[in-house]
């Protein structure tokens, strides 16, 4: 029974995380650290897999106008595309690079929490960025590197993928909602990257298939309202959250 608990839960934590600014990685580590889940990195793989499957539909239009583009040439589809490539680069090759380090030193809670910190201020400074000129299908590759180096630093545990792409896009001028599509299409290789080097060590069972199936439905909820907040430039609520946790993870 405990197996499906935490697979239940590990499911719900992922699908909310995983796009609201507020670390999915930090949380795994630290549900896994405080209540001594085993959540190994095959379920782990399995619950982005679930996030996966909500993006994908969530930006059904978006996909769908890019993918039409690029059967007809559309030069604007192409750069599109290529901006997406040259922004998933930075994260593969630090990924691999410190991979070790981070299972090893960086997933402790002090380390969590700090970055929980950092990631609460950029949110809160992305509520104040008004440079919003550039539309999704204008993002060229020099601004999906920029964006892609900031993803990187996402990481780290306890700094949020989706906070600090969203502030690395809107810094270098997207629109708001081009800001948030950018980030949500930078996710979608991202995770299927990570899925086809662990494919072959998925567990199919019971307890793992509920928490992919929570992972979905959470996922999509956790889209749908951090539109609504990200629009109305209330990030800030996300900022209380993550210096609260940051906080309360010290002294635990």
């Known amino acids: 029974m405990i197996d499906w608990i935490h697979s239940i839960g ?10 609201l600014p507020v670390s999915s990685s930090g949380h795994l580590f630290l549900y896994r650290n405080l209540f001594g889940a085993d959540i190994d990195t095959p379920l782990v793989i399995l619950l982005h897999v679930g996030t996966l499957i909500a993006v994908l539909f969530f930006l059904r239009k ?9 059967w007809s040439r559309e030069l604007r589809s192409l750069r599109l595309t290529a901006a997406i490539v040259a922004g998933t680069l930075p994260a593969v090759i630090v990924g691999l690079a410190i991979k070790g380090f981070l299972d090893s030193y960086l997933s402790v809670n002090w380390v969590i929490a700090a970055n929980l910190w950092i ?3 950029l949110l809160f400074l992305s509520d104040r960025l008004q440079r919003e000129r550039i539309p999704l299908f204008e993002v060229g590759i020099r601004s999906g590197v920029l964006i892609g180096l900031f993803q990187a630093a996402a990481i780290l545990p306890g700094i949020s993928r989706s906070g600090i792409t969203l502030f690395g896009a809107l810094l270098l001028g997207l629109k708001r909602e081009a800001a948030l599509q950018f980030s949500f299409l930078l996710s979608i290789p ?4 990570g899925f086809v080097l662990e494919a072959g060590s998925i567990t199919v069972s019971g307890p793992n298939m509920a928490g992919f199936l929570v992972s979905i439905g959470t996922g999509w909820m956790a889209l749908w309202f951090l539109y609504q907040l990200a629009k109305i430039r209330k990030l800030f609520f996300f900022s209380i959250y993550c210096w609260t946790v940051g906080f309360i993870v010290l002294f635990l």
């Open 10 to 19: 590990a499911g719900a934590l992922q699908g909310f995380t995983e796009f």
């Open 62 to 70: 978006e996909i769908f106008s890019i993918f039409q583009g690029l």
């Open 119 to 121: 990631t609460g201020v």
């Open 190 to 193: 991202a995770i299927l990257g």
